[in-house]
């Protein structure tokens, strides 16, 4: 294998891992907006939201803006608390 090969092929992974990256942040924002779409259709403010999950405001808004890691419990306290399921896929 010559230099050529191996910088190609360090390339292909670090395109890989990139698009790996790229698409988890997509699904995170995907799941972001709906939230605050479900949270709207009902209603409810943030505020509103935190008080019922227990938690602050600043919390919900990391959620919906996509900068909060949450936990599939935490997910599914919130779709219950805006009257929604919660369907996961693995395609």
């Known amino acids: 294998m010559d230099d050529l090969d191996r910088l190609m092929k360090k390339q292909r992974k670090i395109i890989k891992h990139f698009d790996q990256k790229l698409k988890l942040e997509e699904k995170r924002l995907e799941m972001a907006q709906q939230i605050s779409k479900a949270r709207t259709k009902v209603g409810f403010t ?24 949450i936990t599939l419990d935490l997910l599914c306290r919130i779709a219950n608390i805006l009257e929604k399921d919660v369907r996961l896929q693995l395609i």
């Open 46 to 69: 943030q505020k509103k939201l935190a008080q019922k999950l227990k938690t602050t405001q600043s919390v919900v808004s990391r959620i919906e803006n996509g900068n909060q890691n």
